[in-house]
């Protein structure tokens, strides 16, 4: 049987969960400086497991992964690249 918490995070957005980790992210600084490019890190922390997520859901195949992300092959093979996950 599932645990009553587990039913509420499902309905939750992605959103709500990448808002919930920023706010940690920055509780966790106790005001030490905050990085200067924020927005590169959480794109960073975001893509990588959802290009490793898409391509293992499609078996390997880039094509049909690239078409599920709605990027082309040739950016896809760039991105898997500059993570090391070509």
Do not use: C, W
């Not at 920023?22 to 890190?41: C, V």
């Not at 960073?44 to 992964?65: F, H, I, M, T, W």
């Amino acid at each position: 049987m599932r645990h009553a918490d587990a039913d509420d995070d499902a309905a939750q957005p992605l959103s709500h969960y990448v808002g919930t980790s920023l706010d940690r992210y920055f509780e966790s600084l106790n005001d030490s400086a905050p990085p200067t490019d924020l927005y590169h890190m959480v794109l960073e922390q975001v893509e990588r497991p959802l290009l490793e997520r898409v391509l293992d859901y499609n078996r390997g195949n880039q094509s049909k992964a690239a078409a599920m992300l709605g990027i082309n092959r040739g950016t896809l093979r760039k991105k898997l690249r500059n993570y090391n996950l070509d």
